[in-house]
């Protein structure tokens, strides 16, 4: 297995090589892509280095596998050059999620859906990943009809330049503004940009996404928020449920879902937190109760590194996946 990492300089493009280590992932070479003004440069990833290359150089050496994350207008422009060249491409970006032709995949909920065909197979939204991680059991079981979420989105999802603004700021420094305010001491209702609804395309993505991986009937609506934390997303969800259910119930099925850890004890004070979660794979459920204000209502309050299984790590899960379809021809 040959491996291209598409944004290998950037803050998920970095936790991947950080995941195929960890993950052992079989990868006898490791390509690392950028932008023209920086092939030919080095970098050092966990005391090895790697020479920098253009994708036109990783397209010629014929990965077995790309992983992107290098923005969207990258992967529309170059994902289908690899695909092309018989090169399986798991990207990162909001590029292909929605495409009716290309799988939306977190390996737990919907791995099974891949087959030798899929070229281009697209990473969900980080917020996305964790909330239907949660979901998926509740809604085999007792049926979602909608789900109100909140999320509190750590820096790390905007990039370096955010993390950078944050410390800057933290210093009593100035900084160049990722975020049309301050982050520092603040949270900002606003992730991403506001279209014309007033919704935000955060927003949407946790609707139109969660959607086509788990229900199109499931109603979605969400407010993203942006707060000062850097080590992972949290998201407050109520769900209103088809059917009756018991507490204990939901959370034996989270608890018995591969890829969640149930943290539940207020007595203890034991929930979940994003300082916690940070470096982990992980999602992790808390806070389940009972939403006496409706029949058959849920809360439940999730987190996740978003760097991590809401990006590298369920790109490497999907690329474990592709070990299977790699060699085989596929089908038109």
Known sequence: MRIAIVGAT??????????????????????????????????????????????????????????????????????????????????????????????????????????????????????????????????????????????????????????????????????????????????????????????TKEELKLTHETKKILDPNIEVTATAVRVPVVGGHSESINLTLEKPYELGDVRKMLHESPGVTVQDNPDVNVYPMPRFSEGKDDVFVGRIRRDFSQENGLNMWVVSDNLRKGAATNAVQIAKLLQAFVGKATEV
């Open 10 to 199: 950037g803050m998920v493009g970095r936790t991947i090589f950080q995941v195929l280590k960890e993950k052992q992932f079989p990868a006898e070479e490791i390509i690392a892509v950028a932008s023209a003004k920086s092939a030919g440069k080095k970098i050092e990833v966990d005391g090895k280095e790697y020479t920098l290359r253009t994708i036109d150089e990783a397209i010629a050496a014929k990965p077995d596998i790309a992983l992107f994350s290098a923005g969207g207008s990258v992967s529309l422009e170059h994902a289908p050059r690899f695909a092309e060249a018989g090169i399986r491409v798991i990207d990162n970006s909001s590029a292909w999620r929605m495409s009716p032709d290309h799988k939306l995949i977190v390996p737990e909920v919907n791995g099974d859906q891949l087959q030798a065909s899929d070229m281009i197979i697209a990473n969900p939204n980080c917020s996305t990943i964790q909330m239907v991680m949660a979901l998926k059991p509740i809604h085999e079981a007792y049926g979602i009809k909608r789900v109100v979420v909140s999320t509190y989105q750590s820096i790390t999802g905007t990039g370096k330049a955010a993390v950078e603004q944050l410390e800057q700021e933290r210093k009593g420094e100035s900084a160049e503004m990722v975020y049309p305010y301050p982050i520092d001491m603040n949270c900002l209702p606003h992730c991403d940009v506001f279209e014309a609804d007033g919704y």
